[in-house]
């Protein structure tokens, strides 16, 4: 537990607990925790979902100089809640679900007590706290996609028409309150230059791009030697863009590959559930892994990661994490969309299944060019995606940037 009162002292809250980091959200959360520890009197205010227990003796305390949680409770009287709520006030339903009174009232509870200069909300559900922080407190908002985005592309594949009727209403709100949002506070974070874009046409006027970073001292390529037939896709099928991207790949593109290498193999590193079907003709080609601790040697005995989202923001932190363990990768653009890696220097871009079956057979037949490709990428995440080198601009954000009074509407 950190002990400085000496620096700006920040209150950052965020969805869920940012440790253990396992999926993007918290990977992104605790990278920027452990840079703003470095250089200021850091607080969290954490909401806590099913399982989520505050440690006081792990890597995460270590970085915070106080850890308080608001357990985010489940079950059917909840979700009635939270749509009454979003009836009565016209928010979008997610917004309802995760700031509760509880949330709002342990907020400003912990408002008084830390006397904090900065307020960072770390993600956009969060920005419903925006009415309780007094004038004269920087707030800064992280967005880790654009998120309504995200639900309009949602809602296009959706065909069950009460559901989508749902989605449509969420969309709408969502849009609304993001804009509002983005707005109305002082400084917002953005994980790609695209959504800076975007941010910027909300009518926010300081917005910086902060893209995924990843520990590249950690992450570092292997000397051990790869399987040039093993392809290997990392990430959780709990978030739809994955669990799509690996559909399409199996039924599309795969017996396109198998039909010319009968000794490809895909191997599916991250959390398995809820299950993604392989048709039995295919599941000698398929091996699901489910959540590893480490994926490392996963990656390190495949001969080529891929990334076939074709859905999705922000920026995707397998392919950082790619790039830093010095991996070829093929991607869709959307896939690597908003990472600075060059086609065919740094990784290969294919959208088409043809594209991405030919991109793959290539590949194969060509070690050195594997090799070279992974080297590559190994360089781009050392220059721009070490958590330290992203560290350096979360200080001039923070640190050098004067308060604001939030902007009237």
Known sequence: MRQDVTQKKILFVSARLPFPAIEGHQIRAYGIIKQLSKISDLHLLSVLRPAEIINMSDELAEQCSSITGVRLLTGLVEKFKAGFRSIKTSLPLVVCKYVTPELKDAFIKRLDEIKRDIVHLDLLIL??????????????????????????????????????????????????????????????????????????????????????????????PSDKEFNINDLLFLGGMSWYPNRLGIEWFVNKVLPILISKNSKVHLHL?????????????????????????????YVASSGIMIVPLHMGSGTRLKVVEGASLGKCMVSTRKGAEGIMLKNGQEIIFADTAEEFANAIIILQKNRSEIIRIGKNARSVAERVYDWNAIGEKLEEIYMNSDNHLPKQL
């Open 127 to 220: 920005a419903e706290l925006i009415h309780s922080i007094p004038k004269g407190i920087k707030v800064i908002l992280n967005e880790h996609n654009i998120e309504s985005d995200l639900i309009e592309q949602k809602k296009e594949i959706i065909n069950n028409l009460i559901e989508k009727a749902i989605y449509n209403r969420e969309y709408r709100l969502l849009k609304k309150f993001e804009e509002m949002a983005c707005y109305r506070v002082d400084t917002v974070l953005s994980c790609s230059d695209k959504d800076t874009a975007i941010i910027k046409g909300f009518g926010a006027s300081d917005v910086w791009t902060v893209p995924n970073g990843v520990n590249t001292a950690l992450f570092l």
């Open 269 to 297: 590193v991250g959390n398995s559930e809820p299950w993604v079907t392989i048709p039995e003709s295919l599941s000698l080609y398929v091996t699901k892994h489910g959540f590893v601790d480490d994926f490392r040697p």
